[in-house]
């Protein structure tokens, strides 16, 4: 595709409920990145894939968080029994390889815990 | 952790030269200098990395110390639409660690 493609863009959900957040890399891009943004904040980084492995996932913020990638494409973010503070925008970015300098990033998704 | 520090906030009038510092005294040989900027509500966008030479892209130019321990990203004209927040990131050549991104500079362009 054009870019890296992340759906939906806009999620709202109450507290407790099951979330799936998708990233569509950008077609050949060995690496992806998932980020988490909470308002007026840097960016937190949470998981990356070097093709559909996951090497390091001490980033993830708690057992509740969850990330799967296949065919070296399509990633998931999973989002078990949601919490307020699980309110934030989550970026997803994906890059050639590992290695490059650029990481191109999708336009994120809006998760809203109500 | 970031290994970089930053100003919390510039500006920089519309036509000027926006000269962005970042300090990384803790840089290591092997790693290297990146620039990323997020304009608001999208996602970051890379800019321009470097190593030990000043490097010129069509959107910036870095410029680095000699000891490497700071480095300074200028946009020669800055517009509004440069407006943004501007991260400086260090990180190792051969990628064994993900992009780590700091608090950034919230750089206003002026009119």
């Known amino acids: 595709g054009a870019g890296v493609s992340q759906s939906p863009s806009n999620k709202v959900t109450e507290k407790g409920k099951d979330v799936e957040l998708r990233c569509d890399p950008i077609s050949g891009h060995t690496a992806l990145y998932w980020y988490r943004q909470r308002l007026g904040q840097g960016l937190e980084f949470l998981i990356y894939f070097q093709g559909n492995s996951a090497p390091d996932k001490s980033g993830l913020p708690s057992d509740r968080f969850s990330a799967e990638r296949t065919g070296e494409s399509v990633s998931t973010l999973t989002i078990q029994r949601t919490q307020q503070e699980d309110s934030a925008v989550y970026l997803c970015?994906?890059?050639?390889?590992?290695?490059?300098?650029?990481?191109?990033f999708g336009q994120g998704t809006r998760l809203t815990v109500v | 952790d970031a290994k970089t520090t930053q100003p919390p906030s510039m500006d920089c009038a519309e036509g000027r030269a926006a000269n962005l510092p970042c300090n990384h005294s803790t840089i290591s040989g092997n790693e290297y200098v990146y620039w990323y900027r997020q304009i608001h509500s999208q996602g970051p966008q890379y800019i321009i990395h470097?190593?030990?030479n000043n490097e010129t892209n069509e959107m910036a130019s870095l410029i680095i110390t000699e000891d490497r321990k700071s480095s300074t990203l200028i946009l020669p004209h800055a517009t509004l639409r440069d407006t943004a927040v501007y991260y400086c990131?260090?990180?190792?050549?051969?990628?064994?660690?993900?992009?780590?991104f700091g608090k950034g500079t919230r750089l206003s362009v002026i009119a």
């Open positions: 470097g190593l030990k």
């Open positions: 970015a994906s890059s050639l390889r590992y290695s490059l300098p650029e990481a191109f």
């Open positions: 990131i260090v990180r190792t050549g051969s990628g064994n660690t993900p992009l780590v």
